[in-house]
């Protein structure tokens, strides 16, 4: 089941709004022949947020989620936590009730990914893609970011020898996907790769809702394979 929360949110510079409040305060200072106060500026600037508001230009965004009514699992098109739990606060209200919290595995992700590449092991149908990004967990918190480099090289395993943490692991699924796994589980710059876009080759670009409708189906059961396959090895 498809769900979007679409949002519009206001455009107002704050330049705006000063130069409105000092113009209003620099007249009702001269009427008075004495300075506003803290308090009563900040009530005039709050008056006049209201006034320009429907005057502001709106952009509105949309973020989209899936339920998987099987697996019972809710998957959201963010990786901004702030952002998912927005989308399912408003399902709550709809619905009255969502007893649903963030996946959270059960042991040390980052002490389980650090030891995947420390000793090249990683449990099938996955490998490494070429991402890693390590961290130390002193009170510098040094940070190694690597792109397009082999994870399992002497450099990566230097920084892991030297107490950095693997934080952001680069992986790829079943030849069909490849991502990006944080320490909280978070699954993130997903690409599915040709062997999964060749199946709605098929349906004509022309055909907006059907080529829609073979996408979302062919996402869907790709990424709730994933996710269970995800959660065996990590949790």
């Known amino acids: 089941m ?18 409105a409040l000092d113009e209003k305060v620099q007249l009702i200072e001269a009427e008075r022949g004495q300075k506003v106060g803290k308090k009563e500026k900040q009530t005039i600037k709050e008056e006049i947020t209201q006034q320009l508001l429907p005057k502001a230009f709106s952009r509105n965004s949309r973020l989209y989620a899936y339920i998987n009514v099987t697996d019972q699992f809710i998957v959201v098109n963010s990786s901004s936590a702030n952002k998912a739990e927005n989308l399912l606060s408003f399902m709550r209200q709809c619905l009255g009730t969502l007893p649903v919290l963030p996946f959270k595995p059960e042991g040390d992700l980052m002490a389980t990914m650090t ?4 000793k090249d092991q990683l449990p099938a149908p ?4 070429q991402d890693i990004e390590l961290k130390a967990l002193d009170e510098e918190a040094a940070v190694a970011k690597l792109k397009n480099h082999n994870v399992t090289e002497e450099e990566v395993q230097l920084h892991i020898s030297n107490g950095k943490f693997v934080t952001k692991l680069g992986l790829v699924w ?6 990006v796994l944080n320490e909280e589980a978070v699954i993130k710059q997903i690409k ?9 080759e098929d349906v004509p670009n022309e055909d907006k809702l059907a080529k829609f409708d073979a ?17 065996k090895v990590i949790v």
């Open 174 to 179: 079943s030849e069909k996907s490849k991502f």
């Open 192 to 200: 599915f790769l040709d062997i999964v876009k060749e199946q709605t």
């Open 2 to 19: 498809l769900v979007c929360l679409k949002t519009e949110e206001k455009i107002l510079p704050s330049s705006v709004i000063k130069e």
């Open 215 to 231: 996408d979302y189906a062919i996402m869907t059961g790709e990424l709730n394979q994933l996710i269970l396959e995800l959660e």
């Open 126 to 129: 996955f490998e490494f893609a």
């Open 115 to 118: 030891l995947w590449v420390q």
